[in-house]
């Protein structure tokens, strides 16, 4: 299935948006900059995979192959919209480093 240009665009958006306000947010609280950053692939893993959390730790090696496998199957528009859910949250550690840097301090 094939997914419209707007959809993409719009979904692109909401994914930026989206883990920039988590990443700001979790930067604020924890006051780790690149915290959402390193985050990132284990959030993506599982919007990708349809694996239970718990099978990573009872059966890995199986649970890696079929994480393996649908990474190697997602269609460009997947792609480009978890690119930009990245994105957002590199935006997010930039911007709080930014404004710690100006002086600013959160919480």
Same mark, same amino acid.
């Given at each position: 299935?094939?997914?419209?240009?707007?959809?993409? /665009?719009?979904?692109? $958006? $909401?994914?930026?948006?989206? %883990?920039? @306000? +988590? @990443?700001?947010? /979790?930067? #604020?609280?924890?006051?780790? *900059?690149?915290? #959402?950053?390193?985050?990132?692939? %284990?959030?993506? #893993?599982? +919007?990708?995979?349809? +694996?239970?959390? *718990?099978?990573?730790? *009872?059966?890995?090696?199986?649970?890696?192959?079929?994480? =393996?496998? =649908?990474?190697?199957?997602?269609?460009?528009?997947?792609?480009?919209? /978890?690119?930009?859910?990245?994105?957002?949250?590199?935006?997010?550690?930039?911007? +709080?480093? *930014? $404004?710690?840097? =100006? @002086?600013?301090?959160?919480?």
């Amino acid at each position: 299935m094939q997914m419209s240009l707007p959809v993409v /665009l719009i979904s692109m $958006l $909401l994914f930026f948006v989206l %883990f920039f @306000g +988590i @990443g700001f947010l /979790l930067n #604020m609280l924890l006051r780790m *900059t690149w915290i #959402m950053t390193i985050l990132c692939p %284990f959030v993506f #893993m599982f +919007i990708i995979d349809d +694996i239970p959390w *718990t099978q990573y730790f *009872t059966d890995p090696q199986a649970s890696f192959i079929a994480l =393996k496998r =649908k990474v190697l199957s997602l269609a460009p528009a997947d792609i480009l919209i /978890l690119a930009s859910g990245f994105a957002g949250a590199l935006c997010a550690g930039f911007v +709080i480093r *930014t $404004l710690r840097a =100006k @002086g600013y301090q959160m919480f």
